[in-house]
């Protein structure tokens, strides 16, 4: 007889009935569950990095595999579960583009020593500067030279003659070759 009424609750499973609570009913629960819903939730971590508590109380949503196995005679009726969602803040996540190095160089041809300022202020901005002394004489040129020689040394710099006239000086980051280099001839 047992197995009779096994096979009848499995091919037509008895109908829960249906609760009507009343009004006084509903909020007394409601006053309960917040009143124990501090302490009595689980959390756990779902698939796309979220989390989802619920009450500890609550069986889980899915049986595990002894349940399956058991079988079930119980007609009694489940509260509904509440799931409450907890949205964490995910870290913003920023993009770092590399900014393309650009190459700056700038043409001075000095004709006294008063620009020998604005020639270091732009080694010190970054910028190549390259400088032809034909137009300078001997001993403003030897001062010329030394001075920005210097601000060269300061800021790792490299110089490289191009010419005998003509002199290149790069700040530290810009790397100057020489295809071929041309002995000078004096």
């Known amino acids: 007889m047992d197995f009779l009424k096994r ?3 499995f091919l037509m499973p008895v109908e829960e009935e249906e609760v009507v609570k009343t009004e006084s009913a509903r909020k007394e629960e409601q006053e309960e569950e917040r009143m124990t819903s501090a302490d009595s939730y689980e959390e ?17 949503m899915y049986p595990s595999a002894s349940e399956l196995r058991r079988p079930r005679h119980t007609t009694a009726v489940h509260a509904p579960r509440t799931r409450v969602t907890v949205q964490q803040e995910r870290p913003k ?14 043409i001075y ?57 003509m002199v290149l000086y790069a700040p530290d980051g ?12 004096d």
């Not at 756990?44 to 889980?60: C, D, L, T």
């Not at 970054?126 to 020689?149: K, P, S």
């Not at 810009?174 to 001839?185: G, S």
């Open 7 to 9: 096979v009848t609750d």
């Open 109 to 165: 041809v000095p004709r006294s020593f008063d620009q020998v300022q604005e020639i270091a202020d732009d080694l010190k901005a970054g910028r190549a500067v390259l400088v032809n002394y034909e137009r300078v004489e001997l001993e403003e040129q030897r001062r010329l030279c030394d001075f920005i020689n210097g601000v060269c040394y300061i800021m790792n710099g490299e110089v490289k003659r191009v010419s005998t006239a």
């Open 44 to 60: 756990r971590k779902v698939s796309n990095g979220a989390s989802i508590s619920y009450a500890s109380a609550e069986p889980p």
């Open 174 to 185: 810009v790397n100057v070759y020489e295809a071929e280099p041309i002995p000078l001839q």
């Open 93 to 106: 996540l920023t993009v770092h583009t590399t900014q393309i190095p650009s190459l700056n160089v700038k």
